[in-house]
């Protein structure tokens, strides 16, 4: 089971990126993915969940509004859009994956991501 997130870079606040998360190993579509972050000097935290199917999909109140998780299950692949960006948003970005079905008050905790993937980089600064 490998997830590879891409897609970082440096952007200038009220920008926009788009983060790729591809799985290979296994088939997608039978695990939920989740995005975490970690910013210096702070703990991981869930930025965004979707279920395997796209049924449903999960938002930290930090990015609501501004990031869209989906998935395209043909291409075993998880994308976060993230627009508006702030300075605050600034951290490694991390993807991870689920077997289980995950529900709103346990998706944004890492003890129940089974696997990870390396990190991506965003630098949001003015």
């Known amino acids: 089971v490998q997830l590879q997130a891409s897609g970082g870079g440096l952007v200038q606040p009220g920008g926009y990126l788009r983060l790729s998360c591809a799985a290979s190993?296994?088939?997608?579509?039978?695990?939920?993915i989740g995005w975490f972050r970690q910013a210096p000097g702070k703990e991981r935290e869930g930025v965004s969940y979707?279920?395997?199917?796209?049924?449903?999909?999960f938002y930290a109140g930090s990015v609501k509004g501004r990031f869209t998780i989906s998935r395209d299950n043909a291409k075993n692949t998880v994308y976060l859009q993230m627009n508006s960006l702030k300075p605050e948003d600034t951290a490694v970005y991390y993807c991870?994956?689920?077997?289980?079905?995950?529900?709103?008050?346990?998706?944004?905790?890492?003890?129940?991501?089974?696997?990870w993937g390396n990190g991506t980089e965003l630098t949001v600064f003015s």
């Open positions: 979707i279920r395997n199917r796209g049924s449903s999909t």
């Open positions: 991870a994956a689920t077997p289980r079905t995950l529900i709103a008050s346990e998706w944004a905790r890492e003890r129940n991501m089974n696997y």
């Open positions: 190993g296994f088939t997608a579509y039978y695990y939920d």
